[in-house]
């Protein structure tokens, strides 16, 4: 379904596959080359405009990957900012911590709003849940009975309103609430009218139920194959009613899945589901990242990037080593270092990320545990200036000083302080020599 994105960055990638290095020249013809692609998959103008001038900066600062070649950078940066717009999880649907939930779809007509009514009821109901359903629909009261048709096929409950309710529907709506809490439904599935363009009529509908029900999903139900309009439409919902999330459906069909991207930026809001068909079984959880990965349709050179990545660290590891091999290590450093282990999510993790063997193989027997990082991190800030560029100061008195200020015992000081000499000492004796000597001189 992103065909068109995906073929588009590949004829980027190619270009830049011919050249050396970034330049603000070839990098201008790339962005030329990346703004027509989304603008072809219907990405929205500002959306690209402002995707545009990110990859631009990124991409020509110099803090970039420097082992990857100017097309796997793009990539690396695209990839990047496509997850900072769509996000980096799969979102879920919020239940009420007081059931019932309710969940009310909104959205233009023939969005496919009854539809994944169903859906989402035989989802939910998968998850041992026992949804109700209901349709509301002032002006067009048959609307109901395509819902309570699609309840028959699944065998769930669908609350019908009679036409007296919907001649005072906040007494109806009240009804249906009581109706639904006294028999345990919980979620609560609410179908609203759509209409073929945004009125203030319909909004102030939708207010009314929205008011009442005071749903904890609020989704807004967007046809992907409409564009565009879809994205506008978003917009005005989310403004005059609010919105919590989206629900894309069409996208089995050849939506240039542009929608997608613009919804997200535009809204504010997450996509938590997709629709790929017209059978109740055709709901997939979004997952942002899968998404990313399938515009830019090239795992192969994701996967290099992961590695560029781990080589950036792997670099940095390099640069202490170094450091060491002067015997320069400060707590300062070690400090550094904690916090890069920190943002890795954890110190196994940042080890395994190194190869296990030859110079490295030493730093799995520096036993740190995870947990105490944050110990650590707190002890190094309580030191002075002075005591993290040369531990040899730090005397008993200090010690103390230093545990009362990070709220750690003594002895977790000395602890620190033992475990800091250790890998000093070990760094500098034996693996990290060979490590060194192959190290280009010029770094
Ligand atoms: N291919 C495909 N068709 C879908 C999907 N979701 C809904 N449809 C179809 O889209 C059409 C409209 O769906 P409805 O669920 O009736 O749309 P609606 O938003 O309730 O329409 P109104 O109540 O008239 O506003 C139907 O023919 C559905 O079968 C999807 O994910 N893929
Ligand atoms: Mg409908």
């Known amino acids: 379904m992103f065909d068109q994105l995906s073929g588009g960055l590949q004829k980027v990638m190619k270009f830049l596959r011919g050249e050396g290095k970034i330049t603000e020249k070839n990098m201008d013809e790339a962005l030329k080359m990346i703004r027509m692609t989304f603008l072809e998959a219907d990405v929205n103008y500002r959306v690209v405009k402002d995707f545009e001038e990110k990859i631009k900066g990124k991409a020509l600062d110099q803090k970039v990957l420097m082992s990857l070649t100017p097309a796997q950078q793009v990539i690396k940066i695209v990839r990047d900012e496509l997850t900072s717009i769509l996000g980096q999880e799969a979102k879920k649907l919020e239940f009420s911590s007081s059931p019932p939930s309710i969940f009310m779809l909104v959205g233009l007509q023939g969005s496919g709003k009854t539809t994944t009514c169903g859906k989402l009821a035989k989802w939910v109901s998968n998850l041992q849940k026992n949804p109700l359903l209901v349709s509301f629909d002032l002006k067009r009261p048959a609307a109901q009975d395509q819902l309570k048709m699609i309840t028959e096929i699944l065998k769930l409950p669908f609350y019908e309103m009679t036409k007296d309710q919907m001649a005072s529907p906040s007494g109806a709506l009240k009804d249906l609430l009581k109706h639904t809490a006294n028999r345990g439904y919980d979620p609560l599935i609410v179908d609203t009218a759509g209409r073929l363009h945004v009125d203030e009529e319909l909004m102030q509908e939708l207010r009314m139920v929205k008011d009442i029900l005071n749903p904890v999903e609020l989704i807004y139900v967007g046809d992907s194959m409409t564009g565009q309009d879809a994205v506008k439409s978003a917009q005005i919902f989310e403004e005059k009613i609010g919105l919590t999330s989206i629900i894309l459906t069409k996208l089995d069909g050849d939506a240039r899945g542009g929608a997608a991207l613009s919804i997200v930026s535009v809204t504010g809001k997450p996509i938590k589901f997709i629709g790929i068909g017209e059978k109740f079984d055709k ?3 979004f997952h942002p990242d899968r998404m990313a990965s399938r515009v830019l349709g090239m795992g192969d050179i ?19 080593a170094r450091k060491l091999k002067k015997n320069e290590l400060t707590f300062e450093d070690f400090k550094k270092q904690l916090v890069q282990m920190k943002k890795m999510g954890s110190l196994s993790q940042f080890l395994s990320h190194l190869p296990q063997g030859g110079p490295f193989k030493g730093l799995s027997k520096l036993s740190i545990d995870d947990r105490k990082i944050l110990h650590f991190e707190a002890i190094i800030n309580s030191m002075t200036g002075e005591e993290r560029e040369n531990p040899k100061i730090i005397n008993g008195s200090r010690r103390s000083r230093i545990a009362r200020g990070s709220g750690r015992s003594v002895s977790e000081v000395n602890q620190l302080l033992k475990q800091f000499a250790e890998m000093k000492k070990m760094m500098k004796k034996s693996h990290f020599q060979k490590l060194l000597s192959s190290l280009p001189s010029s770094h």
């Open 302 to 320: 994701l996967s290099l990037v992961e590695k560029a990545e781990e080589k950036a660290d792997l670099e940095e590891a390099e640069a202490l």
């Open 283 to 285: 709901l997939e959880v």
